[in-house]
């Protein structure tokens, strides 16, 4: 199937050039016009894997050879995404069990199978991916090509703006995975990482490639865990099934949409931001404005120009969704914390991202509805946050446990492209 530049609609490049492009001319978000037709319940009573497989390949087409896909998709999806019980009513989607404990890992898994089936492709036997991270996406990307031969991963992040937890998940690995403390914010460092790609000399050089969030196979992974929560659902659940997406970007919001055009049974999606509401206030006055972005506590949603929203336009404008379908919800930080301390009280130990979807969740569902919120991160990631509003310790999984105790890898840098050239030169 071939992939549309939604800016520049003359560019239509396959799956695999998308991958490897990331973004298209203009800037423009590589997107289908035309989705498969799906037998979905034939599809929910298939594994896991097996249906992702099953669902990627009717989006990708015969690109990729079944079985390679069904390799893909087992190494990429080596955890599952359990629906959790919070109320009869209400559910949480899981997404947190893999190795960094976000729902980043199944879109960053992926990615790095799409990347490698591409490399494979052009026959190169080398590549280096260079990306910046504020946090969570880095540890995915980072974990995802660990060890995968051929491949070196370069993380850029801003030194002591990110949780040291956080920080310790990417930058205890070694080995392929080199990370660089900038001494700089998140902006400059993905100034740094554009200056990079800019360097053509460089990036033919060391086969530079990039694993930034817009990258499609990201979307595409995202929407098989939307299937997976519906395959456990029973019937009474699926029919009048609402779901609430806590968004920064709107990455994952968009892969629940194009879940629903595929045809599975969501009745209506919730897009639930924190005080960064661009989304919201756009939904009610048609105005795009972009405010300054302010700190949060789900501070993983702290963005005001969300760089997935063109997509959804496109879904609403190509009429496979419709405007009814979603709505948009603003929760501030009180109610974030409320929320955090009513789930606590419901037995559900939760964490900030996850409060917001559910308080959008409990203000718009309705007695004969099902709702379910997504998970998106582990509550010990944001472990400080979680112990002060719930006045609780928390304990810390296996694989945060392990890496605490580790000492980091990561090597300063001043935000000085030059520098950064010197170091990634002296790589080869
Ligand atoms: C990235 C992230 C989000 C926001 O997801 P988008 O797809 O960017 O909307 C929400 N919660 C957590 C924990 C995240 O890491």
């Known amino acids: 199937m071939l992939l549309r530049n939604i800016k520049v609609p003359s560019q239509q490049v396959s799956f695999l050039d998308a991958v490897r492009i990331g973004l298209g001319e203009q800037q423009g978000l590589f997107f289908p016009d035309q989705w498969p037709s799906l037998d979905v319940d034939a599809l929910l009573a298939m594994p896991f894997v097996e249906r992702s497989a099953a669902i990627l390949g009717a989006l990708i087409g015969d ?24 109320t009869e009513q209400i559910g949480c989607l899981e997404l947190f069990h893999g190795p960094t404990l976000a729902f980043k890992d199944f879109g960053g898994r992926f990615m790095a199978q799409a990347l490698l089936a591409s490399q494979r492709r052009s026959g190169i036997a080398k590549t280096t991916i260079v990306t910046a991270t504020s946090g969570d996406t880095g540890a995915a990307v980072a974990h995802a090509f660990f060890r995968q031969p051929g491949v070196k991963v370069v993380i850029l992040f801003p030194k002591g703006k990110i949780s040291p937890l956080q920080e310790k998940l990417f930058t205890t690995l070694g080995e392929n ?61 699926r029919a009048e099934l609402v779901v609430a997406v806590p968004s920064g970007n709107f990455g994952n919001l968009t892969a629940g949409l194009i879940a629903k055009a595929l045809g ?62 979603l709505s948009t919800q603003v929760v501030d930080e009180e109610d974030t914390q409320l929320s955090m301390r009513q789930l606590a009280q419901l037995g559900y130990l939760s964490e900030p991202h996850a409060a917001v979807a559910y308080k959008a969740l409990k203000r718009e569902l309705s007695p004969t ?23 609780n310790p928390i304990a810390l999984p296996p694989a945060l446990a392990a890496v ?6 990561a090597a ?15 790589l080869e």
């Open 369 to 391: 509805e099902y709702g379910l919120f997504l998970g998106t991160a582990h509550p010990a990631k944001f472990k400080e946050q979680v112990e002060n509003i719930l006045g």
């Open 63 to 86: 690109e990729i050879p079944q079985a390679e896909l069904l390799a893909m998709v087992s190494q990429a999806f080596a955890f599952g995404a359990p629906v959790a019980k919070v």
């Open 264 to 325: 599975l049974p969501i009745k209506r999606m919730i897009a639930a931001t924190n005080a960064n509401d661009t989304v919201p206030r756009y939904w009610r006055s048609g105005v795009w404005q972009v405010n300054p972005t302010v700190a949060t506590l789900s501070n993983a949603m702290d963005v005001s120009a969300p760089n997935n929203w063109p997509r959804v336009e496109d879904l609403l404008a190509q009429g496979v969704i419709a405007r009814e379908a």
């Open 412 to 426: 300063d840098l001043p935000a000085d492209f030059v520098e950064l050239r010197k170091y990634l030169l002296a």
């Open 177 to 237: 995975i080199q990370t660089l403390a900038v001494d700089g914010d998140f902006d400059q460092c993905q100034a740094l990482v554009k200056e990079v790609f800019n360097d053509r000399d460089l990036v033919a050089k060391l086969q530079i490639n990039s694993a930034n969030s817009i990258n499609i196979s990201r979307l595409f992974a995202q929407i098989c865990y939307y299937f997976e929560a519906v395959a456990q659902l029973t019937p009474e659940q």
């Open 404 to 409: 605490a105790g580790e000492a980091s890898l």
